[in-house]
């Protein structure tokens, strides 16, 4: 029942399909927010890199006490290579600090510009770091908690909420995500197709550098003499991924990370905005008849969008974007008995 169409969203004119509303954003605007960094240790010693962002006063204090938070908290996980820095993840915080809300954004081993100690790096499947967060979170005495998402983080969090399903802590009452890959299978074919082979560039630059980069430090651990072979996202997790983190290939790591297969589990409010044009999704992250049968999970199928884009139709790329308008308003929202509709 909880399929909200239409939507709401409009593009700018002169972003008229999903490259333009996915790189332009990505590219070109700027967003800065003043993060309070904060490093934890990991019970299998690494360690994980905190931004956390708000209206206090003082947050040296903030983080060295554990007095119970009045305000609520929004947990946001990045995307794909990404970083607290991100513009989508960025402008989200910006926004939802003036709007009275606590952030806080995580980084995923290797991502905070920092190599992490261990062997592993991170996947788009594994909640183990999410809900360890979570319990730090809570130690803070945080009382209210909203779990937020963006593409990869957005399976993140999506598996881990259906993993936890009714075992899930009270103080969670609420999630958003944006252009999420449910189906990873479909989405790497989908990256493979010759308009978002740039999308598959970008990343495997990055991410190859990583394993050169632990290579030098961990001789003999990775096969980095097929590195220069991989040309996609697929093929890095074929010969990186999946083997690292206990897989049988890289079909198996696709199979048992997409988080479609979790979302019926799901127990608290949470709203899912994939953009029919993001040109990083394949048909079946568009579970329309699934949206219809689920009391607790709404999703949102705007035709434009992008991937993490959604500029604003007026305002240029610096202003205020409808995906940080419509969490906010999905998470103040107090009565979500029925559809929520715009």
């Known amino acids: 029942m909880p399929l909200i169409a239409p939507s709401s969203y409009q593009p700018p004119a002169r972003l008229w399909n999903g490259h333009l509303q996915t790189i332009i954003p990505s590219l070109f605007r700027k967003v800065t927010v003043s993060y309070n960094r904060e490093r934890i240790e990991t019970p ?8 956390w962002s708000g209206e206090q006063s003082n947050w040296d204090a903030v983080l060295e006490s554990d007095v119970a938070r009045s305000k609520p908290l929004v947990i946001l996980s990045h995307g794909l290579e990404g970083s607290s820095t991100s513009q989508y993840l960025a402008g989200m915080v910006s926004y939802l600090t003036k709007q009275g809300f606590d952030c806080l954004a995580w ?4 991502c905070s510009g920092e190599m992490n100690r261990q062997q ?4 788009i499947g594994e909640t183990g770091d999410l809900h360890f967060i979570i319990q730090y979170a809570l130690s803070k005495g945080y009382q209210t908690i909203y779990l937020m998402g963006f593409s990869a983080g957005g399976n993140v969090t999506l598996k881990y909420l259906g993993e936890q399903g009714k075992s899930l802590h009270p103080a969670i009452r609420k999630a958003v995500v944006f252009s999420v890959p449910v189906d990873l299978l479909g989405s790497a074919h989908r990256l493979e197709q010759w308009d978002s082979l740039v999308y598959n560039y970008r990343f495997n630059r990055t991410l190859k550098r990583k394993v050169l980069q632990k290579a030098a430090v961990m001789p003999g651990v990775f096969p980095t003499e097929r590195i220069g072979k991989v040309r996609t996202i697929r093929e890095f997790d074929d010969l990186f991924t999946a083997p690292q983190n206990g897989f049988r290939d890289v079909t198996d790591y696709y199979t048992r990370s997409s988080s479609l297969q ?12 994939n953009a029919k044009n993001d040109p990083f999704l394949s048909p079946e992250c568009f579970p329309e008849q699934l949206a219809r049968e689920l009391p607790t999970v709404w999703m949102e199928f ?4 992008g991937h993490c884009g959604f500029p604003p139709r007026t305002g240029g790329i610096n202003g205020t ?3 940080e308008e419509r969490a906010a308003s999905f998470l103040l929202e107090s009565n979500l008995t029925q559809p929520y509709v715009d």
């Open 302 to 305: 705007p035709e434009q969008g």
């Open 262 to 273: 979790f979302i019926p589990g799901i127990a608290v409010p949470t709203l899912i905005v």
């Open 120 to 123: 592993r790096f991170y996947h």
């Open 44 to 51: 299998d010693d690494d360690f994980l890199d905190l931004d």
């Open 107 to 110: 980084h995923y081993r290797s």
């Open 321 to 323: 974007y409808w995906s």
